[in-house]
């Protein structure tokens, strides 16, 4: 007997499934063409195909008989994650609907249960995070085959794709950097560059965009590129051991980048160590709580490109509730970043995160973080994302 594990099989599932399933289902969804990393990994920042706004006056279609519950499938009890988790449970509590969720802390097997889980107790829309293409791909595309609005944060198959331009998140925070480097660090610098290319294709696009920032700051910027696992990425405790070996074998790491959560555990880890100066460099990605105080503070902490993932969570579960409504729900959101460097900018940042159905209910106000584009209902259920889009 050949011995093959539960995430092979969902690997090889996943083969058969997206030729039996997806194929008649698939209908303009295409994407850009894409780039292939050393690695193998396929990614693009060539934009995907155009949309237009989100049209909410269309009309609703007709009952769609789903379930009047929606869940979220996390990963990690990462502090963005659990904002997220807060504003979808705002967002059914406003609509009257049910809420579940499971955190599956970084093991791919225990997610795939529970979005399993998920559908058999029914749900009607359902959030998924990347951990695993490969072993999660067939029950996004089973749930997308039973009607449910499967939204995937830079991931696919998906309904709503959370979409993110990852090459100039990357290339802003690189380029941020090296001009720090080179205004203040007399442009000689060791930076401390945590990523996470193998945990999905837009994350290693990201990369991409922080090492071509990072190069601007000329041959003396020199950078130690390491790979960030998601147990490690989602803990500031994993990020903090990380950091402690890093500085024993460089000593004069002086800037550090990577997402906020993994960027804060660095950051105690050289504060402990005694070994943080008033003129180090620390900046992340995702605008976490943690981040946001130490900015607040003033000091080495300098910088997030933040997400606003309460609003995020938000808006998911609003959409939600209007599919199963049979009411129109946009194709993408755009999760734009905001650049929050000073106490004054996180203070105008987290009120708007604070306000959850004010600012949604002001379009205008909620799409300078979220630009809403194209539009799918259940009555178009057919169509959905097979590939990432590229704002």
């Not at 006056?57 to 789903?66: I, M, V």
Request: hydrophobic content about 40%; glycine content about 12%; charged content about 15%.
């Amino acid at each position: 007997m050949i011995d093959v594990s539960r995430r092979e099989a969902l690997r090889l599932g996943a083969m058969s499934l997206s030729g039996l399933v997806a194929a008649p289902l698939i209908a303009g969804c295409g994407a850009s063409s894409a780039t292939t990393t050393a690695g193998g990994t396929k990614v693009s920042n060539k934009p995907g195909p155009a949309l237009g706004p989100f049209d909410s006056s269309l009309p609703a279609g007709p009952a769609t008989g789903l379930p009047h519950r929606i869940a979220w499938a996390n990963t990690s009890d990462t502090e963005i994650f659990v904002a997220l988790g807060n504003g979808m449970a705002a967002a059914a509590a406003a609509t009257g609907l049910g809420y579940l969720t499971a955190n599956a802390a970084g093991d791919p097997d225990t997610n795939v249960d529970q979005i399993e889980t998920f559908l058999a107790r029914g749900v009607g829309a359902m959030t998924i995070q990347p951990l695993d293409a490969a072993a999660q791909t067939p029950m996004m595309l089973k749930a997308i085959s039973q009607g449910v609005c499967v939204t995937g944060i830079i991931n696919h198959p998906c309904t709503l794709q959370i979409a993110a331009s990852q090459y100039r998140i990357g290339f802003t925070q690189g380029k941020a950097a090296a001009d720090y480097i080179t205004s203040h660090l007399g442009g000689k610098a060791t930076v401390f560059n945590m990523n996470q290319d193998q945990t999905a294709a837009q994350l290693a696009l990201r990369n991409q965009g922080v090492l071509a920032g990072l190069k601007t700051g000329g041959p003396g910027v020199k950078v130690i590129d390491t790979y960030v696992d998601p147990a490690q990425a989602g803990s500031i405790q994993g990020a903090f051991t990380l950091m402690t070996t890093a500085m024993e074998r460089h000593p004069q790491i002086n800037v550090v980048l990577g997402d906020d959560t993994p960027v804060v555990g660095a950051y105690r880890a050289v504060q402990q160590t005694g070994a943080l100066k008033e003129n180090m460099y620390f900046s992340g990605v995702d605008g976490d709580a943690n981040s946001l105080a130490l900015i607040k503070q003033g000091g080495p902490y300098r910088a997030s490109l933040a997400f606003a993932w309460p609003l995020m969570g938000y808006g998911m579960g609003r959409f939600g509730a209007d599919w199963i409504a049979g009411r129109q729900i946009p194709r993408v959101m755009v999760a734009n970043t905001t650049l929050v460097d000073s106490p004054r900018k996180v203070a105008a940042f987290e009120a708007d995160n604070a306000d959850l159905d004010g600012t949604f209910s002001d379009r205008q106000r909620y799409e300078r973080y979220f630009p809403l584009l194209g539009n799918v209902s259940y009555a178009s259920r057919h169509t959905f994302w097979n590939q990432d889009y590229v704002p």
